[in-house]
Each structure stands twice: as structure tokens, then as C-alpha cells.
């Protein structure tokens, strides 16, 4: 019975903290710095992406479809079929998406302005 009343709360606090993130987060870096950060536009990019909005969740953010599918990919292939890619690949794919996420953000900050 404990086990079951642990599970449901951590589905529970995973549930509150979607909510939270969804309707109440506001970014610390755009508060405190007033420049947007490299993921600035996710949150928004993932609501339009639930409401079958594709077009409005590129216009947010570009990158939204390539984090979701490396989310779904690492979800899928460690807790479903227990199978992954080698962590040298895993490193690679990593790094090549914070280093294409820092170039979009280089560009939206700073030199679609100068466009």
C-alpha cells in the first residue's frame, strides 16, 4: 500500500510542477538580466504544440521539435525498450543541441536586430 500512495504522490508533484511551469514559471535570467535565454520561448512552444499549433511553436522556438524528440528518444529508449546509444554518442548529440541552441540564441539577441 506505501508503495502505491508513493507513486501517486510523485505523479502528483510531477502534475503540480507541469501546471506551475505552464501557467506561473516566469524565466530568473529575463528578470533579472532583461535578455532572453537560449530556451526563452519553450514553454510556449510546448502549450501551442498540445494545441496542434505547429507553425506558432517553431515561431517560438526553432529548437522546440529537436528537444522534444531527443526527450521522447531518451524516455523511450531507457525506460521503455532498455536500449540506448553508446554515452559517446549520447554526449555528441547533447553538446551539438547546446551548441545550435546558443547559436539561435546569438541570432535572435542579437543579429536578427541588426537584419
Known amino acids: ?4 500512495a508513493e507513486k501517486i504522490l510523485k505523479y502528483i508533484g510531477i502534475a503540480a510542477g507541469i501546471v506551475f511551469v505552464l501557467f506561473f514559471y516566469r524565466c530568473p535570467i529575463k528578470l533579472i538580466t532583461g535578455f532572453d535565454c537560449p530556451g ?3 514553454t510556449r512552444a510546448f502549450k501551442s504544440a498540445v494545441m496542434l499549433d ?3 511553436s517553431f515561431e517560438y522556438h526553432p529548437m522546440f521539435f529537436v528537444i522534444a524528440a531527443e526527450a521522447i ?3 523511450f ?3 521503455i525498450i532498455k536500449k540506448q546509444f553508446s554515452e ?8 551539438a543541441t547546446a ?3 546558443i547559436l539561435l540564441w546569438v541570432y535572435r539577441q542579437f543579429i536578427r536586430e541588426l537584419i
Open 1 to 4: 500500500m506505501k508503495f502505491k
Open 40 to 42: 526563452c520561448g519553450m
Open 54 to 56: 505547429f507553425k506558432a
Open 73 to 75: 528518444y531518451y524516455v
Open 77 to 79: 529508449s531507457r525506460y
Open 88 to 95: 559517446k554518442t549520447e554526449n555528441f548529440v547533447l553538446i
Open 99 to 101: 551548441i545550435a541552441m
